[in-house]
């Protein structure tokens, strides 16, 4: 639309603890303070019975208002009530969760004495009205245009919430950029792209409530993703939620107290060992001491590394998992990438860094570029180019889609039409014929690596296709957007008349799919 994209453009790098917002200012990336000078904020969400505060106001009262200061809610984005990943984060967050009629998380909060349900979108929206006015306020003029960062391993059902949540912050997003994408372009920014032959990196992003890795070959000013694999809940958070798990049975056997109900109690826990876990980057040993816990009981701990990483050993042996499943889909070996970059604030764990320069055989890892704000700088970039302000407009990205797409078939298995890792944007067609001989054509959309639909893919959405006759053969689209964003069509292939298109947001977007199937006449 004219005009729409007047006015400077930012990058957001909307992050499960803290968010960040960058501008390209005076040729050069300039990460914007926020109204306490502070260059991240984090993303709470508190509501009280006269107002609603988003940042730092939020995170101050977390501790006297547990029960409706919401954090995390990136956890939450796209993913159903029954998810036993829901049901354990829930379980252990002083905030409550319950299920919608249709399986969809919905976070309760007293509001102005009310009691009012949000969608995780909707808070991710506050945070981003919250990141839009931080920038405002700096650059003194109406923000309207951004690229907003979202993990590289979000589907596309989480990524148009993503975007919805931008659209209801007022915001024209020109791109979503995958995260570990955005910290490469920072990285390669910084490196001037200074080499003439193509080099390998590997980015490795772990924040606090995500992991995403990514193999990208740099050349010029060519970011080509040759591929990615991470896990949407594998950060930060989880560490935290191991060692509140742990507290909470270690004062059930000393006290036999049971803690696990009451917000206030576990809020102060979940504060005091995200504490402590950043103070054991730096020290062998921490404590923590918390008066008055519950019903009497002082508590306190002496902490050691060696005891946090214990506890969480088998986590970050996943996100190595992780990194070795990314170089075999890159077809590139450890001694082939010529930087392992890291991102994220998860990345100061010294065993994280220490597993990881063992699977690189000792390589030394480039901790060159600032950890929390690589991404919005990334992002910001993109925004610039995208936006046309920019001096840099020759930086060219190719992404990737991070799973496998396909249809289930009527034996249930997963007919791929987009195998994962295929360059996007991009449009693959595929017939389909198996078991449609009737009038009534059910499709139901998955994404996943198993063989089976039903074993560990994720059903995304379904629909269903009605014609006058009989259908035989289908020809189906799957249209993956350079957001990452999948639209599904399908039409009869046999007859003149051009039957149904509907789209696929994904299974969120339950309205739009079950609407009644139209047929158009060409
Ligand atoms: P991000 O999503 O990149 O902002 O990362 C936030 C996560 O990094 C949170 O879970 C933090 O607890 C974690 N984090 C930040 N600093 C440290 C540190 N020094 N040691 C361990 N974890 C940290």
Same mark, same amino acid.
């Given at each position: 639309?004219?005009?729409?994209?007047?006015?400077?453009?930012?990058?957001?790098?909307?992050?499960?603890?803290?968010?960040?917002?960058?501008? !390209?200012?005076?040729?050069?990336?300039?990460?914007?303070?926020?109204?306490?000078?502070?260059?991240?904020?984090?993303?709470?969400?508190?509501?009280?019975?006269?107002?609603?505060?988003?940042?730092?106001?939020?995170?101050?009262?977390? &501790?006297?208002?547990?029960?409706?200061?919401?954090?995390?809610?990136?956890?939450?984005?796209?993913?159903?009530?029954?998810?036993?990943?829901?049901? /354990? @984060?829930? +379980?252990? !967050?002083?905030?409550?969760?319950?299920?919608?009629?249709?399986?969809?998380?919905?976070?309760?909060?007293? *509001?102005?004495?009310?009691?009012?349900?949000?969608?995780?979108?909707?808070?991710?929206?506050?945070?981003?009205?919250?990141?839009?006015?931080?920038?405002?306020?700096?650059?003194?003029?109406?923000?309207?245009?951004?690229?907003?960062?979202?993990?590289?391993?979000?589907?596309?059902?989480?990524?148009?919430?993503?975007?919805?949540?931008?659209?209801?912050?007022?915001?024209?997003?020109?791109?979503?950029?995958?995260?570990?994408?955005?910290?490469?372009?920072?990285?390669?920014?910084?490196? %001037?792209?200074?080499?003439?032959?193509?080099?390998?990196?590997?980015?490795? &992003?772990?924040?606090?409530?995500?992991?995403?890795?990514?193999?990208?070959?740099?050349?010029?000013?060519?970011?080509?993703?040759?591929?990615?694999?991470?896990?949407?809940?594998?950060?930060?958070?989880?560490?935290?939620?191991? +060692?509140?798990?742990? #507290?909470?049975?270690?004062? /059930?056997?000393?006290?036999?107290?049971?803690?696990?109900?009451?917000?206030?109690?576990?809020?102060?826990?979940?504060?005091?060992?995200?504490?402590? %876990?950043?103070?054991?980057?730096?020290?062998?040993?921490?404590?923590?001491?918390?008066?008055?816990?519950?019903?009497?009981?002082?508590?306190?701990? %002496?902490?050691?590394?060696?005891?946090?990483?214990?506890?969480? +050993?088998?986590? #970050?042996?996943?996100?190595?998992?992780?990194?070795?499943?990314?170089?075999? &889909?890159?077809?590139? @070996?450890?001694?082939?990438?010529?930087?392992?970059?890291?991102?994220?604030?998860?990345?100061?764990?010294?065993?994280?860094?220490?597993?990881?320069? &063992?699977?690189?055989?000792?390589?030394?890892?480039?901790?060159?570029?600032?950890?929390?704000?690589?991404?919005?700088?990334?992002?910001?970039?993109?925004?610039?180019?995208?936006?046309?302000?920019?001096?840099?407009?020759?930086?060219?990205?190719?992404?990737?889609?991070?799973?496998?797409?396909?249809?289930?078939?009527?034996?249930?298995? +997963?007919?791929?039409?987009?195998?994962?890792?295929?360059?996007?944007?991009?449009?693959?067609?595929?017939?389909?014929?198996?078991?449609?001989?009737?009038?009534?054509?059910? #499709?139901?959309? *998955?994404?996943?690596?198993?063989?089976?639909?039903?074993? @560990?893919?994720?059903?995304?959405?379904?629909?269903?296709?009605?014609?006058?006759?009989?259908?035989?053969?289908?020809?189906?689209? #799957?249209?993956?957007?350079?957001?990452?964003?999948?639209?599904?069509?399908?039409?009869?292939?046999?007859?003149?008349?051009?039957?149904?298109? @509907?789209?696929?947001?994904? !299974?969120?977007?339950? %309205?739009?799919?079950?609407?009644?199937?139209?047929?158009?006449?060409?």
């Amino acid at each position: 639309m004219a005009g729409e994209r007047e006015g400077p453009a930012i990058g957001i790098d909307l992050g499960t603890t803290y968010s960040c917002a960058a501008v !390209w200012h005076h040729g050069d990336v300039e990460i914007i303070p926020n109204d306490q000078g502070n260059r991240i904020t984090p993303s709470y969400v508190a509501f009280n019975e006269t107002e609603c505060l988003i940042g730092h106001a939020a995170e101050n009262v977390v &501790d006297i208002n547990p029960a409706n200061t919401i954090f995390g809610a990136k956890r939450l984005i796209g993913r159903r009530f029954s998810d036993p990943l829901v049901q /354990k @984060d829930s +379980m252990l !967050w002083p905030f409550k969760v319950i299920s919608s009629h249709d399986d969809k998380p919905m976070i309760v909060v007293t *509001y102005k004495g009310e009691e009012i349900q949000f969608a995780a979108e909707q808070i991710c929206s506050m945070v981003l009205t919250k990141m839009k006015e931080i920038a405002e306020a700096f650059l003194g003029c109406s923000v309207k245009n951004a690229v907003i960062s979202v993990p590289a391993y979000f589907n596309g059902s989480q990524r148009q919430l993503i975007k919805e949540a931008g659209t209801i912050a007022g915001l024209n997003i020109l791109r979503l950029i995958a995260e570990p994408t955005a910290a490469a372009i920072a990285y390669g920014l910084q490196k %001037k792209y200074s080499n003439t032959s193509p080099i390998n990196v590997l980015v490795f &992003d772990l924040g606090g409530g995500n992991l995403d890795v990514s193999v990208l070959t740099i050349e010029n000013s060519i970011f080509q993703v040759k591929a990615v694999a991470g896990d949407t809940h594998l950060g930060g958070e989880d560490f935290d939620n191991r +060692m509140v798990g742990y #507290f909470v049975e270690e004062i /059930k056997r000393k006290h036999k107290k049971d803690i696990s109900g009451n917000p206030r109690t576990l809020r102060r826990l979940r504060t005091a060992c995200e504490r402590a %876990k950043r103070n054991l980057s730096f020290m062998a040993h921490t404590t923590i001491a918390l008066e008055h816990l519950y019903d009497g009981i002082d508590f306190e701990y %002496k902490l050691t590394r060696e005891t946090f990483e214990e506890l969480n +050993m088998y986590l #970050f042996e996943e996100c190595i998992g992780h990194v070795d499943k990314c170089l075999k &889909d890159a077809q590139i @070996d450890q001694e082939s990438i010529h930087d392992v970059v890291l991102v994220g604030g998860s990345t100061r764990i010294p065993m994280i860094q220490q597993l990881l320069k &063992d699977f690189f055989n000792g390589k030394e890892l480039c901790k060159s570029i600032h950890p929390d704000e690589a991404v919005a700088s990334g992002a910001a970039i993109q925004a610039a180019i995208l936006s046309g302000h920019s001096e840099i407009s020759d930086i060219e990205l190719c992404d990737v889609a991070p799973l496998s797409l396909g249809v289930m078939t009527s034996g249930g298995e +997963m007919e791929v039409v987009i195998p994962r890792n295929t360059p996007i944007p991009t449009k693959i067609k595929k017939i389909l014929k198996k078991g449609i001989d009737r009038k009534k054509v059910r #499709f139901s959309v *998955y994404q996943g690596e198993s063989e089976r639909t039903r074993g @560990d893919n994720t059903l995304l959405g379904e629909f269903v296709l009605s014609a006058q006759r009989n259908v035989s053969c289908l020809n189906v689209s #799957f249209d993956i957007d350079a957001n990452g964003i999948l639209n599904v069509s399908a039409e009869e292939k046999d007859s003149r008349k051009k039957s149904i298109i @509907d789209k696929v947001g994904g !299974w969120l977007h339950k %309205k739009k799919i079950d609407r009644p199937v139209e047929e158009a006449s060409s």
